[in-house]
């Protein structure tokens, strides 16, 4: 009469739920993805334990914040310590 020509009755309302479960639980697992994979760039870290001091330390060299003796004994401690 309007334009719907028959209706599903309780199972077609049980199949649109569950669908609509599925996609909006779709939506929100990349979400959730895309925010980790987004944090695990930032603060996460691969590689050996020496990398990470070690690119800061090159870092404030690279600022001119210390000098290259100072980078040389820091890095010779950092290496030893670790």
């Known amino acids: 009469m309007y334009g719907w020509y028959g209706d599903g009755g309780i199972?077609?309302?049980v199949v649109m739920a569950v669908m609509?479960?599925?996609?909006?639980g779709g939506v929100a697992a990349v979400?959730?993805?895309l925010i980790r994979s987004g944090r695990?760039?930032?603060?996460?870290h691969s590689g050996s334990p020496h990398d990470d001091p070690e690119r800061i330390l090159n870092e404030r060299f690279a600022?001119?914040?210390i000098d290259a003796?100072?980078?040389n004994e820091r890095?010779?401690?950092l290496r030893n310590k670790l």
């Not at 609509?20 to 909006?24: D, I």
């Not at 695990?40 to 996460?44: C, E, K, Y």
């Open 75 to 77: 890095r010779t401690v």
């Open 20 to 24: 609509m479960l599925l996609f909006w």
């Open 40 to 44: 695990a760039g930032v603060g996460g």
């Open 69 to 71: 003796n100072e980078l």
């Open 31 to 33: 979400v959730i993805v």
């Open 11 to 13: 199972l077609g309302w």
């Open 63 to 65: 600022r001119g914040e």
